[in-house]
């Protein structure tokens, strides 16, 4: 089950006269470096989210099926971690978009972290200036 906060955060539209709502959800494993620089980073500008554990609850597998299929197996699934590289050669081998989704979802720490879902995309990993392309208009 997800803890963490509230996901929603405003912005008024002046030009429409209208506040849009965006969904904020953090996906990682709460000590992974990268995934505490990105939260700090929201926490400093005030973006609230909520934060899904995969040491804690795990990995959807229909969940990384599309973010596979929207981002590409390739970038979801961390090859560069020890856990990808600890894999024996038949598991490393011949690799697709299938296959990547069920080596994740057995062993969330092979997911590339964190993941941002704003509803609309996601980020992979964390980049300051991604995050603030993709949230500056709304923090």
Not at 69 to 92: Q, Y
Not at 115 to 139: H, M, N, Q, T, W
Request: hydrophobic share 40%.
């Amino acid at each position: 089950m997800p803890s963490g906060t509230s996901g929603l955060f405003t912005l008024q539209d002046k030009r429409l006269k209208m506040e849009q709502t965006v969904t904020v959800d953090m996906y990682g494993i709460p000590n992974c470096d990268t995934v505490k620089k990105a939260r700090v980073w929201l926490d400093e500008r005030g973006v609230r989210y909520t934060f899904h554990d995969y040491k804690k609850a795990g990995a959807d597998p229909a969940q990384l099926k599309a973010w596979v299929e929207e981002l590409g197996w390739e970038t979801v699934l961390n090859r560069a971690g020890t856990t990808f590289k600890k894999l024996d050669d038949a598991d490393k081998a011949d690799l697709d978009a299938d296959k990547a989704v069920r080596l994740m979802a057995a062993q969330p720490s092979m997911i590339k972290r964190p993941i941002l879902d704003l509803g609309v995309r996601r980020i992979a990993g964390f980049k300051p200036d991604i995050y603030e392309a993709a949230l500056g208009g709304f923090v």
